[in-house]
């Protein structure tokens, strides 16, 4: 929150910017907010343990859903098991199951991390987020 202030005070320095929203002046700048910052790096190291990219048992932190066929979405959905705390609901492996389930297919099997990442950026410019 206190870093979020800051880039928003820095993005009102830039000339001509301060007139402007602060999404408006994040999306004229080419840069993401602080949350939204945290949400795609918690998306690729979530996809860099699911790969096998990182040298982490993936069933360590996550429980895919195996009743995927004929369902939406992609192969690699995560099984998000209930919380009672909401300690538990912040914990990395249950804040990211529902938006790595959103993601498509095309998204979800990149075949190297720098295309997850062009694939991922794509995919939210289309959403308009």
């Not at 998306?43 to 048992?57: H, W, Y």
């Not at 369902?71 to 998000?80: A, E, I, M, N, P």
């Not at 538990?88 to 993601?103: D, G, H, V, Y």
């Amino acid at each position: 929150m206190l870093l979020e202030k800051v880039q928003r005070r820095a993005t009102r320095m830039v000339k001509g910017l301060k007139k402007f929203p602060y999404e408006t002046r994040l999306k004229k700048l080419g840069i993401y907010s602080l949350e939204r910052r945290r949400l795609r790096g918690d998306l690729i190291e979530t996809f860099k343990i699911l790969t096998g990219r990182e040298r982490v048992n993936y069933s360590k932190f996550f429980e895919l859903a195996y009743v995927t066929s004929g369902l939406r979405g992609h192969s690699l959905k995560l099984f998000k098991p209930r919380c009672h705390t909401t300690v538990r609901q912040n914990f990395f492996s249950l804040r990211i199951a529902n938006e790595w389930n959103k993601l498509p297919q095309e998204v979800v099997e990149a075949p190297s991390i720098n295309t997850f990442k062009n694939r991922l950026d794509r995919h939210w410019q289309d959403m308009g987020t």
